[in-house]
């Protein structure tokens, strides 16, 4: 017994780690012993939260946009995440790449086509939300919506977080967990109960977050091995590929964030961007920058009204549609934004407030547009002036693999193709896992950013439980959507999350005022760091459990 004390005690957090294993291993055996009673309550609290909580959901994440654009205007922006004359560690493509594939990776490829197909055909159809009889319309409706769900959104709400977390680390040697941006508001109470719900919070956003994204990815991977080699849908098989997947995350695990998140991140967006342009150059190329152009005007044009549209005169269709779309989206993004953001904040050290926002801000929404005007545009190019039908009835785990097999290649070139996609998948998958893991270790063993490798592995493989359970649960469920136990846990984990997420505004806010901005050189491009992150700099500080510097406790 002691020697189990001694090991909570220096590995971990106990309370935070010992209420979240315990909360986590009761939903897990809910998920195993009443797998239909725990889908059909799942379903019955999404639709509750989404009644009478989705004002919050659209005026909050719209806050939180308009929060990262002042302070990427303001002259906070040369304040940097760490001290004044820190380097970064990775150079812009590493850190490009790592940060898109733990925040996008594998839900772009999930919904790429997928997405813009359904809104095409729900604003196509008669109705409060529909342009009936004008296909052209209802095109560029649809990817407008899709593009704001993906757009600059998320990305603020996981700037929230990571510029947070990664600012009160780096800069004033506080503990790398989500309780530490409220040191301006309670001081030392978040080494107590206060800090300890705020990071219990964001545990359950992280794996459930995760285990949505790992569900959505092992049922495209299942929906593409049935394309290419006839392998049945269903849970049995997608629980399976879970399992497999996590495998190859524990592996990545083993060799640490430089040798295996980096690597295969790397290696995954070269993969992706691949990927892309074939569909690029074998679909409507020109089209397709045509409307990439146009469906960017239109979403910037139409941003303010779309971020707060409730239809408030439309509750059957329209709150329907939001409910199912942007409601589960918002609450997704926010459940993500603690692994997220923890992780963004991990590989920025050394960079500006200005250059994280612009970082993490205005590059992967440009990718994610491009990426769903090549993939979503091509579909809605063949259903609207082609006719498709193929596409038009194509179901979201397989309308990816539908896609490519419209494209006028040869059958093993679309074979090849196929395979691609089912990897690129396979590797968000592996290091969104891997990631995940890394993050929700931090946040139980006190912010410790060098974790050990036994913990780690333990995470993953209890995020491929949590997603296998989920995904089992939301199949057996009334409503027969393997993805709505999944959402479900997104929405709800998000909801406290967000109320979190505004007191970090404020924390950071408060304490950005007490910066000395006239001793803060200007900021300029930096070559990053010489030294791997897997080994700590013999001079780097263990986290203080102390004040912060006199001038900055607010």
Not at 56 to 80: C, E, H, K, Q
Not at 232 to 256: D, F, N, R
Request: aromatic letters at 14%.
């Amino acid at each position: 017994m002691d020697k189990v004390r001694t090991y909570l005690n220096t590995h971990t957090n106990p309370p935070v780690f010992l209420i979240s294993l315990a909360m986590i291993l009761a939903l897990v055996g809910w998920g195993v012993i009443a797998p239909k009673q725990l889908g059909d309550t799942a379903d019955d609290v999404k639709t509750w939260i989404s009644t009478y909580f989705g004002w919050w959901y659209l005026a909050s994440v719209t806050f939180f946009l308009i929060f990262t654009i002042f302070l990427l205007l303001s002259p906070f922006g040369r304040v940097r995440l760490g001290k004044d004359h820190e380097q970064p560690r990775w150079g812009l493509w590493p850190w490009f790449s790592m940060l898109f594939t733990a925040g996008m990776g594998i839900g772009l490829v999930f919904y790429g086509v997928a997405e813009p197909i359904f809104h095409y055909g729900t604003f196509h159809a008669e109705g409060t939300l529909g342009v009936a009889g004008d296909e052209a319309a209802a095109a560029r409706q649809a990817m407008r919506m899709t593009i704001f769900h993906w757009g600059l959104h998320p990305w603020a709400v996981y700037i929230v977080v990571g510029l947070s977390m990664g600012y009160f680390c780096f800069r004033y040697d506080l503990p790398l967990r989500p309780a530490s941006a409220f040191y301006p508001l309670i001081g030392k109470r978040i080494y107590g109960w206060a800090g300890h719900i705020i990071d219990i919070l964001a545990v359950f956003g992280t794996l459930f977050g995760l285990a949505t994204s790992l569900g959505i990815g092992a049922t495209q991977i299942n929906a593409g091995l049935h394309q290419v080699f006839g392998i049945p849908e269903g849970a049995k098989w997608q629980v399976g590929i879970i399992a497999v997947i996590t495998a190859i995350a524990v592996c990545s695990v083993m060799l640490g964030v430089d040798k295996g998140i980096r690597r295969l991140s790397v290696f995954n967006m070269y993969t992706a961007i691949a990927l892309a342009l074939v569909v690029f150059i074998a679909g409507p190329t020109l089209f397709i920058l045509n409307f990439a152009v146009q469906s960017t005007g239109e979403y910037l044009q139409s941003l303010t009204i779309t971020s707060l549209r409730a239809w408030a005169f439309s509750e059957e269709e329209g709150q329907g549609w939001l409910n199912t779309w942007t409601l589960f989206y918002w609450g997704w993004w926010i459940a993500w934004s603690p692994f997220v953001g923890m992780f963004i904040a991990r590989v920025s050290r050394g960079r500006t407030i200005r250059e994280f926002i612009l970082g993490t801000l205005l590059a992967p929404v440009g990718a994610s547009i491009a990426w769903f005007c090549i993939f979503g545009g091509s579909a809605l190019y063949n259903i609207v002036e082609g006719g498709n039908e193929a596409l038009s009835a194509a179901g979201t785990n397989d309308a990816l693999f539908v896609l490519l097999q419209q494209l006028e290649l040869a059958q093993p070139v679309v074979i090849a193709l196929s395979l691609l996609a089912i990897m690129v998948v396979a590797i968000f998958f592996a290091t969104s896992s891997d990631s995940g893991s890394l993050v929700v270790d931090m946040l139980t063993n006190g912010g410790d950013p060098y974790p050990i490798w036994q913990q780690r592995l333990f995470w993953a493989v209890m995020e491929g439980a949590i997603a296998a359970v989920l995904l089992v649960a939301g199949s057996m469920a009334a409503a027969g959507n393997p993805l709505s136990a999944l959402q479900t846990a997104s929405i709800l984990s998000g909801l406290p999350f967000s109320v979190v997420l505004v007191f970090m505004c404020w924390g950071l806010l408060r304490q950005l005022r007490n910066e000395d901005l006239s001793t803060i050189p200007e900021a300029s491009p930096s070559p990053p760091h010489p030294l791997s992150v897997d080994e700590p700099e013999d001079t780097q500080k263990q986290w203080a459990e102390g004040e912060l510097q006199e001038s900055g406790t607010g």
